[in-house]
T-cell receptor, first 114, second 116 residues
Framework: DTGVSQNPRHKITKRGQNVTFRCDPI?????LYWYRQTLGQGPEFLTY????????KSRLLSDRFSAERPKGSFSTLEIQRTEQGDSAMYLCASSLGLAGVEQYFGPGTRLTVT | AQTVTQSQPEMSVQEAETVTLSCTYD???????LFWYKQPPSRQMILVIRQEAYKQQNATENRFSVNFQKAAKSFSLKISDSQLGDAAMYFC?????????????FGTGTRLTIIP
């Protein structure tokens, strides 16, 4: 296992621009989760996938956010028309589904909106 | 909705000593999982220990152990023989056991400092 990887690790963008992050889960993990972590807070759930199906979305995920997992492997999280309030660490995690309780986290993508 | 509360924003302990981090949670469920995750500075979050609510026995992983009080909805983490590498943010987290309800709900974290 190479672990969960996320790219890019850091992203600085200007307000109003679109950004896309990528997450590669541990191979054979069919569950994939996105969380957002702001300074001084614990991670907050955004959405999760079982294979390619998006099963749940948080109310935090506004219309400007969209996540995909087209082939049930890697996932992308896109934020359109970024706002300063979107500045945060975006964490991805994966798990083995019903057989796996533990979620394995990636290093995160730190987004700064100027 | 489930909530997780960590009332200690910061804690410090002398190297080799023991420290206990507190966590309380609120749920109406009878079966669930509780976790302690560690997030070192600029590094990814890793699982320290987990507890299934149906198990009465407290979980233990080497120097890490928990005190799970289900009736009080309390889940504290004890770190024995603290080491410099234990310095990190520690998050308590809750998860329901139901299929399709697998998201983690985190507390706000406790920053642990180890004093050499």
């Amino acid at each position: 296992d190479t672990g969960v990887s996320q790219n890019p690790r850091h992203k600085i963008t200007k307000r109003g621009q679109n950004v896309t992050f990528r997450c590669d889960p541990i191979s054979e993990h069919n569950r994939l989760y996105w969380y957002r972590q702001t300074l001084g807070q614990g991670p907050e759930f955004l959405t999760y996938f079982q294979n390619e199906a998006q099963l749940e979305k948080s109310r935090l995920l506004s219309d400007r956010f969209s996540a995909e997992r087209p082939k049930g492997s890697f996932s992308t999280l896109e934020i359109q028309r970024t706002e300063q309030g979107d500045s945060a660490m975006y964490l991805c995690a994966s798990s083995l589904g019903l057989a796996g309780v533990e979620q394995y986290f990636g290093p995160g993508t730190r987004l700064t909106v100027t | 909705a489930q909530t997780v509360t960590q009332s200690q924003p910061e804690m410090s302990v002398q190297e080799a000593e023991t420290v206990t981090l507190s966590c309380t949670y609120d749920t109406s469920e009878s079966d669930y999982y509780l976790f302690w995750y560690k997030q070192p500075p600029s590094r990814q979050m890793i699982l320290v220990i987990r507890q299934e609510a149906y198990k009465q026995q407290n979980a233990t992983e080497n120097r890490f152990s928990v005190n799970f009080q289900k009736a009080a909805k309390s889940f504290s983490l004890k770190i024995s023989d603290s080491q410099l590498g234990d310095a990190a943010m520690y998050f308590c987290a809750y998860r329901r056991t139901n299929f399709g309800n697998e998201k983690l709900t985190f507390g706000t974290g406790t920053r642990l400092t180890i004093i050499p």
